[in-house]
């Protein structure tokens, strides 16, 4: 944590951490963001098939953040483990649909910390701006799944898609033109594979498109040389960045 805390960004640029899974730490503008940190191995209590591929990259007690983004209620985006060894609970500005921010409530995140968000709402936290973008819930147990775009005052911005079935709404309702956008490939339990989440990045034309979901658990894992080749298929190589766990990936306006 200390690694991204210190690294040197320029006024006009942004960085990006993948912490696995779905999970992000976003700065930018002297903001901190982590998105859908999933850093134990919770899932696999009840299902050993689900285990962690790999050790926990950042330990969730010195985990920090301005903002901590939750984009639905499943255990590896919404993770009582990690929330609960979280130790900026009284300062740090949580954002998630409501049922998701029920349950960080209930898991003794102070309620006057937690703002609720759904698909086409914002809410401006100093030089940053967030607004709650539509996705089609992959289970009925997550039917307030939200994805978010995050836009700082700098220009730079970033379009967490969450989990969500791919159909034509989520592409029309989707941010237009966003210059990051985070898109899952696994492919199962409703999930876009890598061919839609190509298709999906080609719709909409970010600057950049990194992939995730694909990398943690051996049940649900998923090659992400294949997005690659599909974004070549469909004219978008050049956008196409396959991430490295937590390696920074930095941009800055063209």
């Not at 970033?158 to 034509?168: I, L, M, N, R």
């Not at 649900?220 to 937590?246: H, V």
């Amino acid at each position: 944590m200390k690694q991204v805390l210190d690294y040197k960004l320029e006024a006009s640029e942004a960085a990006l951490w993948w912490l696995g899974q779905a999970g992000y730490i976003v700065r930018a503008a002297d903001i901190t963001i982590v998105i859908d940190p999933y850093l134990s191995d919770a899932a696999a209590k009840d299902a050993p098939e689900l285990s962690r591929r790999y050790p926990v990259p950042v330990d969730p007690a010195v985990l920090s953040a301005d903002i901590f983004v939750v984009t639905h209620d499943h255990l590896d985006h919404l993770d009582p483990a990690t929330i609960s060894l979280y130790k900026d609970k009284e300062k740090t500005w949580f954002v998630a649909p409501r049922q998701a921010a029920k349950k960080l409530v209930a898991l003794g995140i102070p309620e006057e910390r937690v703002v609720i968000l759904h698909a086409g709402e914002s809410r401006q936290f100093g030089f940053v701006e967030i607004t709650g973008a539509f996705a089609l819930p992959t289970g009925a147990d997550v039917l307030d799944t939200t994805g978010y775009f995050i836009q700082f005052a700098n220009g730079r911005s970033v379009y967490h898609t969450s989990d969500t079935e791919f159909h034509p709404l989520v592409l029309k309702a989707a941010p237009a033109n966003p210059e990051v956008m985070l898109v899952p490939i696994n492919g199962k339990w409703g999930n876009p594979g890598p061919e839609q989440a190509a298709l999906f990045a080609q719709v909409l034309q970010p600057r950049y498109v990194l992939p995730n979901h694909y990398d943690l658990m051996e049940l649900n894992a998923e090659n992400p040389e294949t997005f690659k080749w599909f974004c070549s298929q469909y004219g978008i190589a050049d956008r196409c960045i396959l991430p490295r766990r937590m390696q920074p990936f930095a941009w800055k306006e063209c």
